[in-house]
C-alpha cells in the first residue's frame, strides 16, 4: 500500500571505480544537492520517508538533502528540490512589521550523532540484582492475590514486576533473555516510579512510558543506558524536576520525542540541541520559555513539531520585534511537515513562510490575524485556522494574473468561529476543493426547492 | 459559470445520497485499511475541536436525548404523499386530489387517512397540492426498495423533537388531525430535501457507490475502503462521549446507502502492538479494538409517538479495527480488521423554517408544546 516515491537520480548508485578527480567532485556536490547517502547509496528521499515507523531501523547520517518526502498511502508524494543546504543557515525571515528589525540570528542546526551506538548487554551483576528484586515483587504479589489486597511494591519491586509480567517468562531468571530481543516496548501507564533495570532493554528502539509516575532525573536513569532508542514517549509524567530531561542526554539517536503533558519547569529543555537526529518532538501542554523555543528552534531535521496548549514565556514588551513572537524561533524548521501550534497565542504564521514540505498546519485558538504574505506551502494540504482573528486570507488566494492558488495542494480549511464569509468571496478561494466555516451566507441560507420552481433548483 | 457549477454540487449530493434499504450488506472480501487519512477522511471535515488523545476519550457513551424512529418514506410508494394510514392502494400514485368544497366535507376519519403531504398543503389553503406534486414528481414506483429519505430522517430524528399527534386547523377551517409520523415525514422531507448550501452539509468519508457483491474487487477502491478507521473512532467518542450528540453514518459500507443516528457505543480495548507495515508515519503503537455502535433503525410509521415504545427500533454493529496512536497518544490513523465498517459520516445542520415551511415550525411546536394544541 505504499505510494510510489519520487523517481531519484541514477547517479544515487554511482559505481565506486570512477576515480576521475573531476567527475568525483560533480558527483560530491551532487550527491549532496540530491541527498544520496553517499555511504549507503541509499536515498535520503526513501530513508525519510521511512523514518517514523519504529519497527523499521535505519541509519540517521543524512546529512540533509533538498527533496522533500512522501507521506505515505494515502497521501499525495510531492517531489522537489530546493536549495536547502543554503537556507538552513540563513536567518528565519521575519515577521513583517512596519519598523526596520534587526535580524535574528537563529542557532546552528544541532551537530548529528557520530557513529552507530554501542549495542551494550546488561552487566551479570544487574541481571542478578534485577532477579533478586523481581523475586521480592513476585511474593509480594502473590502474598496480595491470597488476600485480594493490591500489593505495595517500593518503586524498584514494581519496575521489576512490570518487566517480568511484560516478559511473559515463567521464572525471575528468565526475564533478562525474554527481554533483551525486543525492539517495541509498551509500558504506558505501569505505575512506574523508576527505570531502574531499565538496562535489560538493551535492544529497545521504541519504549512508550506514557502516563506513569516519573518525575526526577533520579527516576530516569536508567534511559541513560539505551543507547539503541529511536522513539521515546514520556508524556504524562510528572517530571517536576528541572534536572530531569538532562538523563536524556545521552540519547542523541533519538528520532522521536515525547514530553507533553509533564510539569517540566521552563529552561529545562536547554540540552534539547544535543538530539540532533529528532525529527518528531511532541510538547503538548507545557511551559516554555523563550531560551526552550530557541533549543526546538535548532532542530532542523524535526519534521513533526507539536506545541498545542503549551504556554510561551515572553520576554517583556522591550524585546525585539522578532522575539514578542517567540514562535519565530522556529523559522529554521524548514522540514516540518506537520504542525500543530493550536492555543499557543501564536500572533502570526511567518516562521513558516519556508515550510515547504508542511503537509498540516494547526493554528487554532490563536491571535492569528493575517497569514504570511507569501507563503512557500506548495505541500501544504490541510490548514486549520479556526478561532483566530483573521482579517485577510489573501494569501491563499491565486496571484494577480495567475490562475493557480499560491497553496496549491490544500484540500481542508478550517475556518470556523472566524466570521468569514466576506473575505472568503473577496480572497477568491472558490478554486478551493473544500473548506468550512460555520456562518452561512445570508443570500443563500434558503432555497425554497422544491416548492417553487423544481428546474431552478437543479440548475 | 463558477458559481452555477459550485451550486450544483449540493444538489448531486442529495440525488446521491437519496437512498435507504433493509437489505443487509453483501460479504465482500477482505479488504484491509491502514494509513494516516487523507484530505476527505481528515476528522476536521467534521469536527475540528476533537480530542485525538485515545487516553482521554470514553470508552464508552451513550448520548442524553434518544433519536426517534420512523419510516424513511420508500420512494417506490411515494414518499410524502403516501397515504399511509389508508387501505387498499396506499401508494402516492393513483389517487385524486381533493378540491377545498371535498376537503371541507370529508370526515375526521377520511381526513386522518390523507397523506402528510396532502395534509400540510390543505393545511396552507394550497389545494394546487404543489408539495404532492413535488412528491409525485420526485418519486416512481419502480424505484429499488431501499431508497427513501433516510438521509433526511436521520438528521431529523436528532435535529427535532419527537412530535405528538394533534390537531390543526387550517386557514379554510377544516380540522386536520396529524399524527405523529404525518409530521415526522414533513420534518423528514423538509430536512432532507430542502437545499441548503454546501458549507451546510460535510462530509467524512467518500461514498462507494459499487455493489461489492457483483463486484467485490473494488472492496479495495478508495471510496469503498474508506472510512477511515481512526477518524470514525476520533469522530465516534469526541460526538457521542464529549459533544453528547448523535453522529449519522451510512452503515453500509457499498453502494446502498442506509443513514442511522448513531448515539452509544462501547470499545473494547484488545490489545497494543507496534505499528503495522503501512501504518501513519506518526505511529508509534496500535491498539486493537473492538467497537459496538447502536443506532435508531427505521420502522413503519406511527400515529403515536415512539421513543420509549417497543417501537423505537435499534439496531447494533460491532466493528473490528486498529487505531495507531502517536508518541502523545493521539489518533492518527486506523486500520480496518472487520470487513464491515461505515460508509461515509456526515453532518448536516438544522435548517431553518421559511417560506412554504413555515408553518411547519408551528407544527412542530404545538406538537411538542402540549398534546393536542392547535396552531393558531
Known sequence: ??????????????????????????????????????????????????????????????????????????????????????????????????????????????????????????????????????????????????????PSFDADEQTAFVLYELALVRGCNDVAAALAPKEWIDLTGKQLRTTSFFELLVNARTLLLQRNLLSTQASLEGLKALRTLRSLSLSGNPLEDAEAFMALSGLSWLKTLALSDTSLPVDALGTLASFGALESLHLRNVRLSQKDVRSVGALSRLKVLDVSGSLVTRLPTSARAAEREPLSLLGNLVRLREVDLTSTGATHLDFLTRATRAVEIRASGNAITALPEKPQWTSLQALVLAENPLSSLAPLAPAPGRSANRVPALRTLILEGTGFDDVVTASRLTSLSYFNYKKTPAAAAQRKCPLEDWDACES | MAHRTASRIPFAFVIVLTSCGAQPPPDAPLSRVHEAWDAANAPARLEWKVERSFSKLPLTAKTSVTPWADSYWPTYRGGLAWRWQATGDTTSFGYNLYTREQAKSLSPSQLTSLSPAEKYDILQGRFDYPLVTAERRRTKPDAEAWEGLCHGWAFAAVNFPEPKPLVARSVDGIEIPFGSSDIKALLTFYQGETFTPAPARRFLGLRCNVDLAENPSAATSRACRDTNAGSFHLLLANSLGRLDRPLIADITRDYEVWNHPLFAFRTQVLGSQPPSEGASPRAVREVRVSTRIEYVREGNPRWETSIGTPFNYTGSDVFLYRLELDADDAVVGGEWESDARPDFLWVHERPKFTNYYAKLGELLEASTRSEGSRPE
Open chain 1, 1 to 150: 500500500m505504499k505510494t510510489s516515491r519520487p523517481s531519484l537520480p541514477l547517479m544515487c548508485q554511482y559505481p565506486s571505480s570512477l576515480v576521475f578527480p573531476f567527475v568525483l567532485a560533480f558527483l560530491g556536490a551532487f550527491t549532496l544537492l540530491s541527498g544520496c547517502d553517499k555511504a549507503s547509496g541509499t536515498p535520503s528521499s526513501e530513508r525519510n520517508t521511512d523514518v517514523f515507523p519504529p519497527r523499521a531501523p535505519e541509519q540517521s547520517n543524512d546529512t540533509g538533502s533538498g527533496r522533500s518526502v512522501g507521506k505515505g498511502r494515502g497521501q499525495g508524494v510531492i517531489a522537489q528540490r530546493t536549495p536547502e543546504l543554503l537556507s538552513t543557515v540563513r536567518p528565519a525571515p521575519l515577521a513583517p512589521t512596519p519598523e526596520p528589525e534587526p535580524v535574528v540570528v537563529l542557532p546552528s542546526p544541532a551537530p548529528l550523532p557520530v557513529g552507530e551506538p554501542e549495542v551494550r548487554t546488561p552487566s551479570e551483576a544487574l541481571v542478578a540484582s534485577y532477579t533478586r528484586t523481581c523475586e521480592s515483587a513476585r511474593q509480594k504479589a502473590a502474598a496480595a492475590r491470597s488476600t485480594n489486597q493490591p
